[in-house]
């Protein structure tokens, strides 16, 4: 079974299962079609984690494909000259400054050789995609609603307008068959060169005078810096919660320790009693909240700062910090809203073999930026490190040279009792490890089916109030026992777009649905 945020790269992925590849296979074909038919979202110039679970050896493997910051990053590199930071939309997320070495390519190169079938060629893993890129297909209203909201960001480069923007200077709408010539050949290229033109060849040159040459905030990027890109393979998170055990992603990205935290201090309520209630959710919101708390101070690139990941997720000191006050500070930069930007994919084979892979650009179509002749976005994953001031230089967050930003991505297995419960992940930036715990606690705690726990309104807390979706108000008397607990609840738009396969042992079955947040399908064979 498949899930993905298409329809068209879940058809990929199931295709390619269904002809022997496995679940390495399905995800990396899968990829490269959500970089033609959801560029705003992933795609080659982006970066991502991907969670891989080997059925046979039973062992679980977690790699990091985070984009890196350019050799000439330093911590102020986003403080204008007065030393505030620049604005977080538009000024920060677009043009070539927040254009982080992407990761992608290196990564499902990596991901294949050390987990694909080899019955596809990795080349061959490429040809859904171009054939798509060549062919064209519909905008969707979902790409298309997003490419009219970020109009303005995106007319300021030619490259862009060129491919998205009709004659009349407008953005493409939906139902128009889009076709991406210069993707398909940068592929071409690709299955030709291997992945070495991308990071030392002539894909490298166009990505590093896209970035310097940027109309708006130029960036810092050499040839060099893309030649020294390395992927991380990196421990797996792991924890128990109520008798299941999780799996996720370690740092860089602050989703496995954060998420687990979270369910460490929520496991210590009976939340399954209190139920559905203003007691219930109150437990559910705090936890998230110092877990949050957590991720701010600790979080961010290991080869950098000591990240004391063994304490944060251990139960001992989710005691401890239950038992303290919340001191929820200012809202750091990622309390901005957040859409779901980044995709996820959730995929099972019939071997068993599993993959959680969750990938992105950072801001809607990333930094705005279409590397000229070569058809793909540039992300702006920089702005996940923290803007600071000079005095906060030393956060583990702090941009600098050659690091990586602190992520929020929380590509996630559960297993219980030693088989496979649930596949997860979501967009959303610092949302995302909120809407996945939303999902596994409504399931494990709640005894929701897949379907009830992801179309159930989402609440979420990083450390700042309750951001809940339209449809937790229409439970009154719950936002109101939130409130006289001292809670403040405030109205937020979508949180997530999960993609989520349920091994579901009651019935027997395996589940896969999409968020009805977004366009995504499951379809299993
Ligand atoms: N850049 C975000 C992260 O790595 C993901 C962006 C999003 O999902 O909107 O956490």
């Known amino acids: 079974m498949a899930v993905t945020a298409h329809p068209l790269a879940t058809e990929t992925a199931v295709a390619i299962l269904e002809n022997g590849g496995n679940a390495a296979d399905a995800a990396i074909a899968a990829q490269w079609v959500l970089n033609v038919v959801e560029p705003q979202s992933s795609g080659i110039g982006g970066g991502g984690f991907f969670l891989f679970y080997d059925a046979r050896q039973k062992k679980f ?23 505030r930071p620049y604005p977080h939309d538009p000024s920060r997320i677009t043009g070539g400054l927040p254009v982080g070495v992407p990761g992608i390519l290196q990564l499902l190169d990596l991901v294949y050789r050390k987990h694909g079938s080899g019955k596809f060629s990795f080349e061959l893993l490429f040809d859904p995609a171009i054939r798509l890129a060549e062919e064209g297909f519909e905008i969707s209203p979902r790409t298309a609603h997003y490419l009219k909201k970020e109009e303005a960001r995106l007319r300021l480069f030619g490259e862009t307008r060129r491919i998205f923007f009709d004659e009349r200077g407008k953005p493409f709408r939906a139902g128009h068959t889009l076709k991406q010539p210069d993707l398909a050949r940068t592929f071409q290229l690709i299955q030709k060169n291997g992945p070495e033109i991308f990071y030392e060849g002539e894909i490298a040159d166009s990505i590093v005078e896209a970035v310097k040459n940027a109309p708006f905030h130029p960036g810092l990027m050499e040839k060099e810096d893309l030649k020294n890109y390395r992927i991380a393979e990196r ?265 989520a396969i349920h091994f579901d042992s009651r019935q027997a079955v395996i589940v896969g649905a999409g968020d009805p947040r977004g366009e995504g399908k499951a379809k299993g064979y």
């Open 61 to 83: 493997f977690s790699y990091d494909g985070r984009e890196k910051a350019p050799e000439k990053a330093f911590a102020e590199m986003f403080l204008d000259a007065n030393g």
């Open 235 to 499: 421990a797996v998170v792991s924890g128990r919660y109520r008798g299941y055990d999780i799996f996720s992603m370690g740092p860089p990205s602050s989703g496995g320790t954060t998420l687990l935290e979270a369910l460490n201090i929520l496991e210590l309520y009976p939340l399954a009693e209190y139920g559905q209630t203003a007691r219930g959710y109150y437990f559910f919101s705090r936890a998230q909240a110092l877990a949050f708390e957590d991720r701010n101070r600790y979080l961010g690139d290991p080869d950098f700062a000591q990240i004391p990941v063994g304490k944060i997720i251990s139960k001992e000191f989710a005691r401890q910090r239950n038992e303290m006050a919340s001191g929820a500070k200012r809202p750091r930069n990622d309390s901005a809203v957040e859409s779901p930007n980044t995709s996820h994919i959730s995929i099972v084979d019939e071997e068993g073999n599993m993959a959680a892979f969750t990938t992105t650009i950072e801001a809607m179509f990333g930094s705005g930026m279409v590397v000229p002749g070569r058809g793909f976005f540039l992300n702006n994953e920089l702005t996940d490190f923290e803007a600071v001031s000079s005095s906060e230089k030393n956060h583990p967050n702090a941009p600098g040279p050659a690091k990586r930003p602190r992520s929020s991505m929380t590509p996630t297995f559960i297993f219980q009792e030693g088989r496979p419960f649930l596949i997860i992940g979501s967009p959303g930036g610092s949302r995302i490890i909120g809407a996945v715990f939303n999902v596994i606690v409504n399931i494990i705690d709640f005894g929701m089916t897949l379907e009830e726990a992801l179309a159930a309104p989402r609440l979420i807390h990083r450390g700042t109030g309750i951001e809940a979706e339209e449809e937790f108000f229409q439970q009154s008397e719950i936002v109101l026992g939130l409130e006289q607990r001292g809670m403040k609840v405030s109205k937020t738009d979508r949180i997530g777009n999960i993609q």
